[in-house]
Nanobody, 119 residues
Framework: QVQLVESGGGLVQAGGSLRLSCAASGRTFSMYAMGWFRQAPGKEREFVAAISWSGSSTYYADSVKGRFTISRNNAKKTGYLQMNSLKPEETGVYYC????????????WGQGNQVTVSS
């Protein structure tokens, strides 16, 4: 079992930045790939970014490329999502997720963290 606890969300003005953190416990975090998802009001949850268990590979939704950076510190058992140049339409609940590196489906999820981007 892996438990994920998110932090770092809040209110930010358009064009501002936030850094989300996702602290893991319960297993060897280095063996888990992780990702970030978000759900805007009235919309379905969408993929934002992902990082491999080793940290050597990263993936981003086209909408956030160049502005968001996913990273991890396995020694600290923590994943991060740096979000720059935030847009109002990116307001929503952000979730971190993890899966064992041999498993295809994300199986562990954080509680969600509200990010509000004002105009």
């Amino acid at each position: 079992q892996v438990q994920l606890v998110e932090s770092g969300g809040g209110l930010v003005q358009a064009g501002g930045s936030l850094r989300l953190s996702c602290a893991a416990s319960g297993r060897t975090f280095s063996m888990y790939a992780m990702g970030w998802f978000r759900q805007a009001p009235g919309k379905e949850r969408e993929f934002v970014a992902a990082i491999s268990w080793s940290g050597s590979s990263t993936y981003y939704a086209d909408s956030v490329k160049g502005r968001f950076t996913i990273s991890r510190n396995n020694a600290k058992k923590t994943g991060y999502l740096q979000m720059n140049s935030l847009k109002p339409e990116e307001t929503g609940v952000y979730y971190c997720a993890a899966r064992y590196h041999t498993v295809a489906e994300y199986e562990y999820w954080g509680q969600g963290n509200q990010v509000t981007v004002s105009s």
